[in-house]
Protein backbone atom coordinates (compact mmCIF):
# COMPACT_ATOMS: atom_id res chain seq x y z
CA UNK A 1 0.00 0.00 0.00
CA UNK A 2 3.23 2.23 0.71
CA UNK A 3 4.64 1.59 -1.99
CA UNK A 4 1.20 2.80 -4.24
CA UNK A 5 0.55 5.98 -2.36
CA UNK A 6 4.17 6.40 -3.36
CA UNK A 7 4.13 5.93 -6.90
CA UNK A 8 0.44 7.85 -7.04
CA UNK A 9 2.28 11.11 -5.06
CA UNK A 10 5.28 10.33 -7.46
CA UNK A 11 3.25 10.24 -10.77
CA UNK A 12 0.67 13.15 -9.32
CA UNK A 13 4.54 15.49 -8.84
CA UNK A 14 4.75 15.58 -13.04
CA UNK A 15 0.78 16.79 -13.15
CA UNK A 16 0.36 20.11 -14.59
CA UNK A 17 -1.39 21.17 -11.70
CA UNK A 18 0.44 19.91 -9.35
CA UNK A 19 2.29 23.81 -8.60
CA UNK A 20 -1.27 24.77 -7.88
CA UNK A 21 -1.77 22.10 -4.98
CA UNK A 22 1.78 22.80 -3.82
CA UNK A 23 0.73 26.52 -3.54
CA UNK A 24 -2.99 25.75 -1.87
CA UNK A 25 -0.64 23.04 0.77
CA UNK A 26 1.46 25.63 1.26
CA UNK A 27 -0.47 28.56 1.97
CA UNK A 28 -3.45 26.45 4.57
CA UNK A 29 -0.24 24.53 6.31
CA UNK A 30 0.61 28.13 7.50
CA UNK A 31 -2.03 28.94 9.08
CA UNK A 32 -4.47 25.76 9.28
CA UNK A 33 -3.70 22.67 8.12
CA UNK A 34 -1.43 20.06 9.81
CA UNK A 35 0.75 18.66 7.00
CA UNK A 36 3.52 20.04 5.57
CA UNK A 37 4.35 21.04 2.12
CA UNK A 38 7.34 18.84 1.78
CA UNK A 39 5.17 15.96 1.26
CA UNK A 40 4.35 17.58 -1.76
CA UNK A 41 8.07 19.50 -2.67
CA UNK A 42 9.78 16.58 -1.78
CA UNK A 43 8.37 13.95 -4.74
CA UNK A 44 7.56 16.91 -6.94
CA UNK A 45 11.36 18.07 -7.10
CA UNK A 46 12.59 14.06 -7.02
CA UNK A 47 10.24 14.23 -10.36
CA UNK A 48 11.68 17.22 -11.93
CA UNK A 49 14.76 18.25 -10.43
CA UNK A 50 15.19 21.23 -13.27
CA UNK A 51 11.53 22.76 -11.81
CA UNK A 52 13.19 22.36 -7.89
CA UNK A 53 14.07 26.89 -7.94
CA UNK A 54 10.38 26.99 -9.05
CA UNK A 55 9.01 24.40 -6.53
CA UNK A 56 10.76 25.99 -4.03
CA UNK A 57 9.75 29.46 -4.77
CA UNK A 58 6.11 28.63 -4.63
CA UNK A 59 6.54 27.37 -1.37
CA UNK A 60 7.78 30.20 -0.12
CA UNK A 61 5.27 32.73 -1.78
CA UNK A 62 2.47 30.54 -1.02
CA UNK A 63 3.61 29.94 3.03
CA UNK A 64 4.45 33.68 3.35
CA UNK A 65 1.14 34.62 2.07
CA UNK A 66 -0.45 31.90 4.37
CA UNK A 67 1.24 32.74 7.37
CA UNK A 68 -0.14 36.28 6.86
CA UNK A 69 -3.41 34.76 7.35
CA UNK A 70 -2.06 32.87 10.20
CA UNK A 71 -1.31 36.42 11.59
CA UNK A 72 -4.42 37.80 10.32
CA UNK A 73 -6.54 35.20 12.49
CA UNK A 74 -4.31 35.72 15.83
CA UNK A 75 -4.67 39.57 15.24
CA UNK A 76 -8.59 39.99 14.14
CA UNK A 77 -9.91 36.91 15.44
CA UNK A 78 -7.87 35.08 17.70
CA UNK A 79 -10.89 34.10 20.06
CA UNK A 80 -13.14 33.15 17.21
CA UNK A 81 -10.40 31.26 14.96
CA UNK A 82 -6.84 30.91 17.09
CA UNK A 83 -8.45 29.99 20.43
CA UNK A 84 -10.40 26.82 19.03
CA UNK A 85 -6.95 25.75 16.79
CA UNK A 86 -4.74 26.00 20.18
CA UNK A 87 -7.12 24.00 22.01
CA UNK A 88 -7.16 21.27 19.34
CA UNK A 89 -3.37 21.36 19.59
CA UNK A 90 -3.88 21.63 24.01
CA UNK A 91 -2.04 24.66 24.32
CA UNK A 92 -4.99 27.07 25.66
CA UNK A 93 -3.34 27.24 29.44
CA UNK A 94 0.13 27.96 28.16
CA UNK A 95 -0.72 30.68 25.73
CA UNK A 96 -1.19 33.69 28.54
CA UNK A 97 2.31 32.62 29.61
CA UNK A 98 3.84 32.40 26.31
CA UNK A 99 2.32 35.50 25.18
CA UNK A 100 3.99 37.92 28.23
CA UNK A 101 7.68 36.49 26.52
CA UNK A 102 6.86 36.12 22.47
CA UNK A 103 7.41 39.77 21.46
CA UNK A 104 10.53 40.16 23.64
CA UNK A 105 12.38 37.62 21.60
CA UNK A 106 11.23 39.33 18.18
CA UNK A 107 11.95 37.67 14.87
CA UNK A 108 13.25 34.60 16.54
CA UNK A 109 10.40 32.88 16.95
CA UNK A 110 8.97 32.94 13.25
CA UNK A 111 12.68 32.29 12.20
CA UNK A 112 12.71 28.94 14.40
CA UNK A 113 9.14 27.76 13.54
CA UNK A 114 9.55 28.16 10.23
CA UNK A 115 13.07 26.60 10.06
CA UNK A 116 11.99 23.51 11.92
CA UNK A 117 8.91 20.81 12.19
CA UNK A 118 7.45 23.25 14.81
CA UNK A 119 4.29 23.85 13.43
CA UNK A 120 4.68 27.26 12.06
CA UNK A 121 0.74 28.28 12.25
CA UNK A 122 1.18 27.98 16.04
CA UNK A 123 3.64 30.71 15.36
CA UNK A 124 1.33 33.04 13.07
CA UNK A 125 -1.41 32.96 14.89
CA UNK A 126 0.94 33.58 17.98
CA UNK A 127 2.82 36.33 16.06
CA UNK A 128 -1.03 38.52 15.35
CA UNK A 129 -2.27 37.83 18.34
CA UNK A 130 0.69 39.69 20.44
CA UNK A 131 1.22 42.55 18.32
CA UNK A 132 4.10 41.57 16.32
CA UNK A 133 5.07 44.12 14.46
CA UNK A 134 3.69 42.93 10.89
CA UNK A 135 7.67 44.02 9.27
CA UNK A 136 9.68 41.45 11.45
CA UNK A 137 7.01 38.79 11.09
CA UNK A 138 7.35 39.20 7.21
CA UNK A 139 10.98 39.32 7.18
CA UNK A 140 11.50 36.29 9.41
CA UNK A 141 9.20 34.33 7.56
CA UNK A 142 10.93 34.78 4.34
CA UNK A 143 14.25 34.32 5.46
CA UNK A 144 13.12 31.26 7.68
CA UNK A 145 10.74 30.11 5.05
CA UNK A 146 13.07 30.54 2.13
CA UNK A 147 16.52 29.27 3.67
CA UNK A 148 14.16 25.78 4.61
CA UNK A 149 12.56 25.09 1.54
CA UNK A 150 15.86 26.35 -0.89
CA UNK A 151 18.15 24.30 1.58
CA UNK A 152 15.72 21.51 0.60
CA UNK A 153 14.91 21.99 -3.70
CA UNK A 154 18.98 22.18 -3.68
CA UNK A 155 19.68 19.16 -1.56
CA UNK A 156 17.56 17.72 -3.82
CA UNK A 157 18.69 19.22 -7.04
CA UNK A 158 22.01 18.15 -6.55
CA UNK A 159 21.98 14.83 -5.08
CA UNK A 160 18.17 13.77 -6.55
CA UNK A 161 18.69 10.67 -8.29
CA UNK A 162 20.63 8.84 -5.07
CA UNK A 163 18.30 10.32 -2.73
CA UNK A 164 15.08 9.10 -4.65
CA UNK A 165 16.93 5.84 -5.24
CA UNK A 166 17.69 5.86 -1.59
CA UNK A 167 14.02 6.20 -0.58
CA UNK A 168 12.58 4.39 -2.96
CA UNK A 169 14.80 1.54 -1.66
CA UNK A 170 13.74 2.05 1.82
CA UNK A 171 10.49 3.51 1.57
CA UNK A 172 8.83 1.61 4.72
CA UNK A 173 11.51 3.20 7.10
CA UNK A 174 11.60 6.95 5.30
CA UNK A 175 7.74 6.41 5.99
CA UNK A 176 8.34 5.52 10.10
CA UNK A 177 10.61 8.08 9.88
CA UNK A 178 8.28 10.95 8.64
CA UNK A 179 6.02 9.81 10.97
CA UNK A 180 8.14 10.17 13.74
CA UNK A 181 9.09 13.61 13.12
CA UNK A 182 5.78 15.01 12.40
CA UNK A 183 4.64 13.04 15.72
CA UNK A 184 7.58 14.77 17.29
CA UNK A 185 6.95 18.13 15.84
CA UNK A 186 3.26 17.33 17.78
CA UNK A 187 5.13 15.96 21.17
CA UNK A 188 7.15 19.10 21.23
CA UNK A 189 4.48 21.48 20.36
CA UNK A 190 2.08 20.32 23.35
CA UNK A 191 4.87 20.26 25.91
CA UNK A 192 6.18 23.43 25.28
Known sequence: MLRRLYDWTMGFAGHRHALWV?????????SVFPIPP?????????????????????CLVASVLGGLLGYAIGYFAFEEIGRPIFEALGKVERIEQFNERFNDFSFWPVLIAGLTPFPYKVITIMSGW???????????????????FFIVAALLWKFGAPIRDFIE???????????VLLVGGFYVLRYL
Open 38 to 58: DVLMIPMILARPSRAWLIAGV
Open 130 to 148: TGLPLATFIAASVVARGLR
Open 22 to 30: LAIVSFAES
Open 169 to 179: KRLGLMFILFC
